[in-house]
């Protein structure tokens, strides 16, 4: 029902903005957002996949922290659920190793991937904007973005020189969990070096929920970072280095332990300008990340288990001038190495594993007349993943994965646009998924991988749509992806003690997943639209609406697990000179297509709203904000989450936020 009619409601607004009188020649147009991740080459406006950005503005609006609840508005995005410090965002029913986690452009360095438990060393007030990224871009970041690149931009290695000093202060208090947050930043240029500092405080107390407080939900974070840039050649070329730390203890709902989370990460970074030849620019980033966390017993004072991370990812990058038909390319090369190490009762889930990956990826675009663009990438790896499976053997196992895309982008008129990607992405199984070996106790499982898995193949096509005329914009795509060996983790029905003795029915907490492999389907549709209502010489009055809905089955017919259900909604908003406003009504569908053992999960509404001020009309410097999220109280359940059955997300949030900037 609900695929009937946001089908046709896309159609019909799509076809009333195709087919309205004059649009095209009697209104300005408006101008797309550059997302730099989406290409190397001009940003977003000529690629066929959707990008979107969430400013700054929008992530202290958001609140939370993660990366998940600063993207919640964005179709086709959702969240883990697991933890306020542990939740990782899920990209059209994809998480973990198919959606790629990086911090200005260089992998984000921790233990996401490995459990749902483990929390992501982003905080995202700390980010001045957040990408993200599908289609044939994706693969300039590795075969582990099938679904998708989250690029949280933060300006630590500094891209350019400011014109004078500059500095923000932000601070923010949720009812929901007591919580405040404290996040401040600067950037200066002396001579030829510019630098950046910046620094937060974040700490929230057990959240309520409609049943109650939620026990164990608590969340502490600090962090900073120090860098600097140097600029030469009529500053068109940088080298710059920055150091990161960030420091978290939280806890785990539905769980009695916490754990302490730190990273300490090294970033360099460099744009050399080459010249109007055919080399035009080498860029050159990498990034080292020392992470470790603690799981701790609150009653016994003892820590259960310790998660080791050291990971160095460096990439390095040619643009080039036009090759024959090829206008634009770029050619690069990325170099992974990571040592994981599990000690105390973490011994017994995984022993220490090695994952080495060296690849060399292709970008290029090719004008085919006016109106079309075609942008093709390529990717190659030799990956080697080592580690001790259930067995006790020691294995190695060597992939080589080869994936391709292809874009095309048609522009019409200059309003409209429709767009096709295809692709074929080729990801060799991840540490955990061959060589998981007992219980894990974060997220209450007991987990055996399969040293035998084979990689694992996408095939994927996506058609897009983007209508961009001064009232009216219309973003929406709708995909289809068939896996070959997808590799996902699939509950039994058994209950396992911590020897890994399981049996159905027994009292034991720690549930047995075990990693397999086979064909999988996903196909899905989502969008947003907006359309200005009402101008004036003081703001804009609009109406705004979005929606997503993912499908995925496995070969034989049965779901797979953990999937995000449907959601769509809308709601009306004035932006103005001093004052913002607006409110928002969201639809989120009961999730009864559950995995195997898995649990289904009621629908909800979600009513949010938001008043900005801007106290000086020509000073917009300071800005007051009252946001509400959760008005109606709804228990939520999120379907995505291991522990659903035991965890409420937040209820009513009533959120008061304050912003400072010099000008």
Not at 57 to 67: D, F, K, N
Not at 150 to 164: E, F, G, Q, T, Y
């Amino acid at each position: 029902m609900f695929r009937s009619i946001f089908l046709c409601g896309a159609a019909s607004v799509a076809l009333v903005s195709i087919s309205g009188p004059g649009w095209a020649q009697s209104h300005p147009l408006t101008v797309d957002t550059v997302v730099v991740t989406a290409s190397p080459l001009n940003g977003s406006t000529n690629v066929a996949s959707i990008t979107s950005k969430v400013d700054a503005e929008e992530i202290l609006q958001r609140g939370g922290s993660s990366l998940a609840d600063a993207l919640a508005n964005v179709p086709g995005v959702s969240g883990t659920g697991f933890a306020a410090g542990a939740s990782r965002p899920i990209i059209r029913g994809m998480d973990a190793n198919r959606v790629r986690l990086l911090e200005n452009g260089t992998s984000s360095s921790d233990a996401s991937d490995i459990g749902p438990d483990h929390g992501t060393p982003i905080d995202p007030i700390s980010a001045r904007s957040i990408e993200v990224v599908r289609g044939a871009a994706t693969l300039r970041y590795g075969s582990q973005a099938i679904g998708g690149v989250i690029n949280a931009l933060n300006n630590r290695v500094p891209l350019s020189m400011p014109d004078k000093p500059a500095a923000e202060v932000t601070t923010a208090y949720d009812s929901v969990s007591d919580a405040s947050q404290l996040a401040v930043l600067g950037d200066l240029n002396l001579g030829d070096f510019a630098f950046h500092a910046d620094g937060f405080y974040r700490r929230a107390e057990n959240y309520d929920t409609p049943l109650g407080t939620q026990a164990n939900s608590f969340f502490r974070g600090t962090g900073f970072s120090l860098g600097s840039s140097y600029f030469f050649n009529n500053e068109a070329s940088r080298v710059g280095a920055a150091l990161v730390q960030y420091d978290a203890k939280y806890g785990i709902p539905g769980e009695d332990a916490f754990i302490l989370m730190r990273q300490t990460k090294l970033v360099v970074g460099s744009s050399l300008d080459m010249g109007a030849g055919l080399l035009k620019t080498i860029n050159i980033d990498g990034s080292y990340g020392n992470y470790s966390h603690e799981e701790k017993d609150p009653l016994a004072g003892t820590i259960n288990s310790t998660f080791k991370n050291k990971e160095f990812d460096g990439r390095a990058e040619a643009l080039l001038g036009a090759i024959g038909p090829f206008t634009n390319s770029a050619l690069g090369i990325q170099i992974q190495n990571r040592q994981f190490s599990a000690l105390g009762k973490a011994q017994n889930y995984l022993l220490p594993t090695l994952t080495q990956n060296y690849a060399g990826f292709l970008f290029t675009e090719l004008p085919i007349g006016n109106r079309l663009h075609l942008q093709a990438s390529g990717r190659v790896e030799a990956v080697k993943v080592q580690g001790t499976p259930s067995t006790g053997i020691y294995t190695a196992r060597d992939y080589t994965p080869l994936s391709g895309a292809v874009g095309l982008l048609w522009e019409i008129n200059g309003a409209i646009k429709f767009g096709v990607t295809g692709s074929s992405t080729a990801r060799a199984p991840g540490q955990t998924e061959l060589f998981a070996r007992g219980p894990h106790d974060g997220s209450a499982t007991s987990e055996t991988g399969d040293p035998t898995l084979k990689m694992e193949r996408a095939n994927s096509v996506e058609g897009s749509m983007r209508l961009r005329f001064a009232e009216f914009t219309f973003d929406g795509s709708i995909y289809r992806t068939s896996f070959d060996n997808y590799v996902f983790g699939a509950l039994t029905g058994r209950n396992c003690d911590e020897d890994g003795v399981c049996a159905i029915g027994s009292p034991d907490e720690l549930r047995e997943l075990n990693y397999t492999q086979g064909g999988a389907h996903f196909r899905g549709l989502e969008g947003k639209a907006a359309y200005d209502i009402w101008h004036t010489k003081g703001g804009i009055l609009k109406i705004a609406a979005l929606g997503d809905y993912v499908r995925a089955t496995l070969a034989g017919g049965s779901n797979v697990p953990r999937i995000p259900p449907w959601r769509a909604g809308g709601g009306l908003a004035w932006e103005g000179d001093t004052l913002d406003a607006g409110f928002q009504v969201m639809r989120v569908g009961a999730q009864n297509d559950a995995g195997v053992f898995d649990t289904p999960t009621p629908g909800y509404v979600s009513v949010d709203a938001q008043l900005a001020w801007r106290p000086f009309a020509r000073n917009r410097a300071i800005e007051i904000a009252l946001i509400g999220h959760n008005l109606a109280n709804e228990v939520v359940r999120n379907a995505a989450a291991l522990n659903k059955d035991n965890v409420v997300m937040p209820g009513r949030n009533i959120r008061l936020a304050l912003r400072y900037a010099t000008n």
